[in-house]
Each structure stands twice: as C-alpha cells, then as structure tokens.
C-alpha cells in the first residue's frame, strides 16, 4: 500500500483543477492510501463526502 508519489501528488492537484467547476458532490476511492491521496484534492474545494470502497470499478457521470 504505497504512497502517492511526488508525481502523483502534482497530478492529482492537476486533475482537481481541471474539473473545480464541477458540481461533485462525492467522490469515492478504493481502500489503497494511494487512490485516497489522489481524490484528496478534488474532495477539499467544495467539500464533497469522500467515500472509501473496495468495488474497483466506477462509472463516473458528470451533468452535461
């Protein structure tokens, strides 16, 4: 269960930049310290319920 990387850290900021003007209302991780350090950043702006699960498959939505 390894750690984000310093290049996973830049990446997940990234990533919650790009989608900031998204309505998310939640968003879900798998149980890895990992995943739940990537989605960190998305969750913090509109304080989105984080959820941990072990199903390793989403669909992911996004209002159009």
């Given at each position: 269960?390894?750690?984000?990387?310093v290049?996973?850290?830049?990446?997940?900021?990234?990533?919650?930049?790009?989608?900031?003007?998204?309505?998310?209302?939640?968003?879900?991780?798998?149980?890895?310290?990992?995943?739940?350090?990537?989605?960190?950043?998305?969750?913090?702006?509109?304080?989105?319920?984080?959820?941990?699960?072990?199903?390793?498959?989403?669909?992911?939505?996004?209002?159009?």
């Amino acid at each position: 269960d390894p750690e984000l990387s310093v290049e996973g850290q830049a990446r997940a900021e990234a990533l919650a930049r790009v989608l900031r003007d998204l309505p998310i209302t939640a968003v879900y991780h798998t149980e890895f310290r990992r995943t739940a350090a990537t989605v960190a950043p998305l969750a913090r702006p509109s304080a989105s319920a984080v959820m941990s699960t072990t199903r390793q498959r989403f669909t992911i939505t996004a209002p159009r």
